[in-house]
């Protein structure tokens, strides 16, 4: 299991993007070197995790829930396969490209030691946006994205921050005693909003904004 790639993005105005300011962060690309990482600060208030990646919409990025973004290579492979266009390292808006790594069969909670350093725990999973989609420039994307078995990534927070960079090895640390994984996060937050009570085995990890939506749904309709 290896770190293929570090990748950050600056901020670019962009039409696409709902963020207040007009500008986003999400072209990002690979960076030579060692690259430090760490907890940036709440949600709504702190940015990216990692040195030199730009955050604008702090709405639903950044903060120490959502600190960085990994997606795996073997994920991207098969989306160049299917949109018939190459897709480089970072096309997806992902901090950390890998290779190896069953990203989306991670556990919530589940924690990665990248290199000699950095420890990151799995939060949730990525819900596509608009920016997502005009970045792409694919139409329908954020359906497509959705409904795709290839999975949605992981977020990440900082538990032991550090430096990173491309070639790093990763390790698989810590796994908590529940069931719910990126992929099944991703699926009740999106297609299946009945298993929304059933992902709060894996509460005390959560990212809060997913977090936020399971407790909502389960007040509402009951637990099972």
């Keep these: ?62 903060g120490n829930d959502r600190a960085a973004y990994a997606f795996a290579r073997e994920d991207m492979d098969r989306w160049e396969a299917e949109l018939g266009r190459e897709l480089a390292n970072g096309s997806f808006g992902e901090n950390l490209t890998t290779r190896g790594l069953d990203v989306n069969g ?70 908590p005693d529940h069931h719910v994984t990126v992929a099944l996060l991703h699926r009740a937050a999106t297609t299946e909003r009945t298993l929304l009570p059933d992902m709060l085995a894996a509460a005390e990890w959560m990212e809060s904004g997913l977090l936020a939506l399971a407790r909502q749904y389960a007040e509402k309709y009951g637990r099972p």
């Design 106 to 175: 991670a556990l919530i909670g589940e924690r990665w030691r990248i290199g000699d350093e950095v420890v990151l725990e799995v939060t949730g999973g990525r819900i596509p946006c608009r920016t997502f989609q005009g970045f792409l420039g694919e139409k329908g994307w954020v359906k497509r994205f959705t409904a795709s078995t290839a999975g949605p990534g992981a977020l990440l927070r900082v538990v032991e921050p550090g430096e990173v960079r491309a070639g790093d090895p990763i390790t698989v640390v810590h796994r």
């Design 1 to 62: 299991m290896t770190l293929l790639s570090v990748n950050v993005g600056r901020a670019r105005a962009a039409e696409y993007t709902d963020s207040a300011t007009g500008r986003t962060g999400i072209d990002k690309r690979p960076v030579d070197g060692p690259v430090r990482i760490a907890a940036p600060g709440p949600p709504g208030v702190g940015g990216g995790g990692l040195a030199g990646d730009a955050v604008c919409d702090l709405r639903f990025h950044g």
